[in-house]
DNA sequence: GATTGGATTTCGTCA
DNA sequence: TGACGAAGTCCAATC
């Protein structure tokens, strides 16, 4: 890895096209050969950059370049696409190499994942009397996330989200709208379960006779420990 | 800005639980107190981070991290959430500092919007003998991209996508049902438009009677490019 | 300030 | 390998 930090420009182009304006930046070389721009501020965003695999080439600038100061260029050109970003050092402030190696990686725990987890523990959550039949009941267009029955042994179908959204609930209707063609499942209900549903969310999915039910993750944690301690 | 290269390890808190094992990485800490934990490979994306605003704490190890070759520990915690980045470093390869001052950020042209002005000026890639009523057509929902008639005065509600995905297509179809409802425009057809149609969006839209159709950017630009030298 | 839709999204996972 | 859904998404425009 190589850090640079230098009075540079650049632009990019290539799915769109852009450019920046002179300023202090810092500039990251990777072992893989990608490119980063980045401000000193902001997000984890770069301002620009470029995605491996791609190759850097560091040239010499031309008169007119090296009349306004220009002291590198860089062209940076992916190997699959004609995405290209050329970048105008002026000044360099730092410049240094680093062997980093290979990176284990980072280990998450899931969310969504785990919060379906919890509610096929948890199903009588939906309601008084319900019944989980399986997780990630299959259908022609992807999986169900859950499917159960309620206390009179109708089927229920539940679109679980961390954050409830219009998407979501589009997602969940076009489940229902095949299930329901299944003659040994229909009628089946629908459920938008999410830690937080968004109003447009609400209404479209009340509009279509979908229950909404807000989840709270910490609780059904906390459920889900207090179980476990007792066995 | 400030450069550290160290063997570390990291845990994260906040809306999922993760943890980096011990490696050789680039921190890097940003003017808004932000911190960026990047390793010698991958995108842009960091392994782990803390968006601004927030607040780095550099501490000595305990008695029992210091055996472990521990030298500093540093909290990261956001100010907002209960969100905290804690990383414990050993070895510290590189550590400077460097002033940046304010970036004037990325400037870039248009992608979605560019593409609708082309199609705009050639809407007879629709088909011949059709005409453009208006870009941006509005609704109750929001506006649909581009209202164009047939050759039969009959009217078609294009989408715009670079990539035409599953969701352009419900767009599509909620501002279709919006449409029909009025009796001066009614019956209106749809065209999906993009760059590149994912095969499950274009069997959507081909079940609902939704034509697809693929632009060829370059080409549009190129004609443009040659309509624009004629005046 | 909340919401919505796009992104040079990136990153998994699964068929 | 391609497609699809999720993301600690981020981000800007709009309401």
Chains 1, 2 share one sequence.
Not at 66 to 77: F, I, K
Not at 151 to 176: F, N, P, W
Request: proline residues 5%; contains cysteine.
């Amino acid at each position: 890895m190589r850090l640079v930090v230098a009075d540079c420009s650049a632009r990019y182009s290539g799915r769109l096209a852009a450019q920046l304006p002179f300023a202090t930046r810092l500039l990251v070389v990777k072992a893989d050969g990608s490119v980063l721009l980045h401000s000193d501020g902001g997000s984890y965003k770069p301002l620009n950059w470029m995605s491996p695999p791609c190759t850097l080439l560091v040239h010499e600038p031309s008169e007119e370049q090296a009349d306004q100061g220009v002291t590198q260029v860089w062209t940076v050109q992916h190997h699959k696409s004609d995405d290209r970003l050329e970048i105008e050092l002026h000044a360099v402030h730092h410049d240094s190499a680093h062997e980093l190696g290979v990176d284990p990686g980072l280990i998450k725990d899931g969310v969504e994942a785990h919060l379906q987890e919890l509610l096929a523990a948890q199903i009588e959550l939906l309601g008084s009397g319900y019944t989980l039949v399986r997780r990630e009941y299959p259908t022609a267009i992807g999986p169900v996330d859950i499917l159960a029955r309620d206390a009179q042994g109708g089927s229920v179908a539940v679109e679980l989200k961390r954050r409830g959204d219009i998407d979501g609930v589009e997602q969940l209707t076009r489940y229902l709208e095949l299930l329901n063609r299944d003659p040994l499942l229909a009628p089946v209900r629908g459920v938008f379960a999410a830690q937080e549903i968004k109003p447009q969310a609400r209404v479209l999915a009340t509009d279509r006779g979908i229950r909404c039910l807000v989840l709270d993750y910490d609780a059904m944690r906390g459920v889900d420990d207090v179980e476990s301690r007792l066995f």
